[in-house]
């Protein structure tokens, strides 16, 4: 009888080990399970941040973007005014027309239309306006700095250091020995500096090209040759020309523009090191274009005024002057009588109006 207990006995522990393995057995794949959904809510939650960063980024860059915008206008609105007081002739006026023996009132417009010589080129002076280059000079900055921006990210995709490579770029040009001095926060703007300092360079010439020559030599013939080619350009976009990539029937904009683009970028490409024998992804490739094309925009269009629309460069270590220039950061203190240590953006006179260059500024000039 014992020997009956003792053996129920043994079975009823073995079947409770059992039940006690199953359970922690369940319990283990319970855990597991709620493990991996931590992890994938994780995972989410990660991405999730990642995504908002990245709108928080794009936001920035918007509001950055409006805030120039809304200073350009505010800048447009002012020179206007001040414009309208100095000359009421610019008031517009109904001038007499007549018609058929009757005397109406025609547009100020479509008289002054009639009487601007240079209609017989094809298009009025009116069409070209503070505003209008303001804009554009505008759309340049801003292309030029995603331009920067693209740049940098391909570097560090590259595996490099987008602040190391912009340091020794920087110690190749004019910066020289103190680029080690520049404020972290302040190396992307010695970089734009460098790239508007290349896409602006020889803007003074009519072929924007070292020479300077030109086989157009009859100033309304010219300004209206600038303009056709300043409109024709504009309409060009990137999404269009890269569909025909690498085709037979590839788009070409024109052949100026061409050996201006591959010219810029060469020059660029050229100061970056090793990442030249790389081949270039779309997306560099679209920020070029969009860069190049800007710039190309603003030279055709200052050439289209009459006069001309001149480009000034603020040299390093001059006085601020804030009728010519406006501070592009406020990283230093005490800016009011600060000295220029890098001219980010160039400035342009239209028509005795000035559009300002942006500097940035320092305590002291290194």
């Known amino acids: 009888m014992k020997l009956t207990d003792s053996y129920q006995s043994e079975i009823g522990s073995r079947r409770a080990d059992s039940d006690s393995i199953k359970v922690l057995d369940y319990t283990i794949k319970t855990l597991r399970y709620k493990l991996e959904q931590a992890n994938k809510k994780r995972e989410t939650a990660v991405n999730e941040v990642r ?14 973007e409006l805030q120039l915008r809304c200073q350009d206008l505010e800048l447009q609105v002012s020179l206007h005014r001040e414009q309208m007081e100095e000359d009421p002739e610019l008031q517009p006026l109904d001038i007499p027309v007549h018609v058929n023996g009757r005397r109406d009132m025609a547009p100020a417009s479509t008289a002054a239309a009639a009487m ?19 804009k554009t000079v505008q759309d340049a900055k801003v292309s030029v700095r995603k331009l920067t921006q693209v740049i940098c990210h391909y570097l560090r995709e590259c595996g490099e250091s987008a602040t190391e490579v912009i340091f ?12 080690n001095h520049i404020p972290r926060a302040a190396i992307i703007l010695y970089f734009e500096a460098f790239l508007n300092q290349v896409m602006f360079e020889n803007f003074e010439n009519v072929s924007f090209e070292p020479n300077g020559t030109s086989n157009t030599f009859d100033p309304g013939v010219l300004r209206q040759t600038c303009y056709k080619a300043f409109q024709n350009l504009k309409k060009q976009e990137w999404a269009g020309i890269e569909k025909t990539l690498g085709k ?5 904009v024109s052949a100026n523009f061409h050996r201006f683009l591959v010219m810029r970028m060469e020059l660029v490409l050229s100061q970056l090191g090793k ?3 790389m081949d270039m992804p779309v997306v560099l490739m679209a920020a070029f274009f969009n860069a190049v094309k800007s710039v190309w925009l603003v030279h055709h269009l200052a050439f289209s005024f009459d006069p001309m629309v001149t480009l000034f460069r603020v040299a390093p270590a ?17 800016r009011t009588r600060s000295k220029v240590l890098v001219m980010v953006n160039p400035g342009f006179v239209v028509n005795r109006q000035t559009i300002k260059s942006q500097v940035f500024c320092g305590s002291n000039h290194q």
Request: charged share 20%; glycine share 4%; hydrophobic share 40%.
């Open 51 to 64: 995504a908002l960063q990245s709108a928080m980024e794009i936001l920035n860059e918007k509001c950055s």
């Open 116 to 134: 601007d010589p240079n209609m017989r080129h094809g298009f009025s002076h009116l069409e070209l306006t503070l505003q209008l280059f303001s």
């Open 168 to 179: 020794n770029l920087l110690k190749q040009q004019k910066v020289g020995q103190w680029a």
């Open 275 to 277: 990442i030249t024998t």
């Open 248 to 252: 037979a029937q590839a788009v070409v």
């Open 318 to 334: 001059a006085d601020f002057d804030p009728r010519y220039m406006e501070h592009v950061t406020k990283l230093e203190e005490g």
